[in-house]
């Protein structure tokens, strides 16, 4: 990306925040999820101290069950003092089943957001989030508001050359780890649509999860050059898929910085404590 010249590289960032998706908190059953939520939780409580937010990519929880996030509040409540706020968007985990007015309400009643889609001003940097506005089984389904309200977010920017943080749950096509086609975890409805809006303004950064592929993964990091903006998968807290098709025990996110001139995108293990040494970005303006 270009734009943002400075002449020396700050040795701060100016502004910072974690990524994490897929928690899929349960209530009963296996609680490995909870666990792990827990440890990540336990992890930037450690690590963050200065972050801005937690900026959580979806599927809150494994099937959008009132218990299910009194677990999730439950858990985060132990960690609260220490933490930043958390910003979300739905999974289809979280809204796949049921009356679809009643899981988005109770989504936004437990999250505390403001709508399927919403953005926020945060140290001067704007994010925003897009949500899906159907119950699909898989996939999210973005309303042509929706997209116009986007584009006019991206539009009033008024700094091209600051970045701009986008989270989605799902990925586009052929971007991200998972999202090939051959994979079959991308799903976007409304995917030309989609790209023809971030297709203008190369300075945001698409942050998405769903299809658990570790960090380790070919793909984890989009360039999209001139045509579109760079994309992350965030991988899950969850559980985590390879590029084989296997599942593996794990519990992965990103720790975000920002500099005057570079966006650093930095893994994180959180099972291990560690930095994933094959997951460290650097997205220069």
Not at 143 to 171: A, I, N
Request: proline share 4%; hydrophobic share 35%; glycine share 10%.
């Amino acid at each position: 990306m270009k734009g943002f010249n400075s002449n020396a590289l700050e040795d701060k960032p100016i502004l910072s925040f974690q990524v994490i998706t897929d928690t899929h908190i349960r209530a009963e059953g296996d609680l490995t999820y909870n666990r792990h939520f827990g440890l990540a939780l336990r992890d930037i409580a450690a690590n963050g101290v200065n972050s801005c937010g937690i900026m959580h990519a979806g599927d809150l929880t494994d099937n959008g069950f009132p218990s299910e996030y009194d677990a999730m509040a439950s858990i985060w409540r132990k960690f609260e003092a220490q933490l930043p706020p958390l910003y979300a968007t739905m999974g289809n985990h979280d809204v796949r089943l049921g009356v679809w007015e009643d899981r988005l309400q109770r989504f936004l009643r437990h999250s505390g957001m403001s709508g399927p889609y919403h953005d926020h001003w945060i140290g001067g940097y704007h994010f925003i989030f897009l949500g899906t506005e159907k119950n699909l089984e898989l996939h999210c389904s973005l309303s042509g508001e929706q997209l116009q309200w986007l584009d006019q977010k991206l539009c009033d920017q008024g700094t091209p050359d600051r970045p701009v943080f986008v989270f989605l749950h799902q990925p586009l096509l052929n971007t991200v780890a998972g999202s090939l086609e051959r994979q079959q975890w991308h799903g976007v409805v409304e995917d030309e649509e989609l790209r023809k809006v971030l297709g203008k303004y190369p300075n945001a950064i698409l942050f998405t999860g769903h299809t658990h592929w570790q960090l380790e993964s070919e793909h984890t990091h989009f360039e999209g050059g001139n045509r579109l903006p760079d994309m992350f998968n965030a991988a899950s807290v969850a559980y985590l898929w390879s590029d084989e098709g296997e599942t593996i025990t794990g519990s992965q996110g990103f720790y975000v910085e920002v500099y005057p001139n570079r966006v650093c995108v930095k893994g994180r293990d959180f099972l291990r404590g560690e930095w994933v040494k094959n997951a460290q970005f650097e997205v220069k303006y």
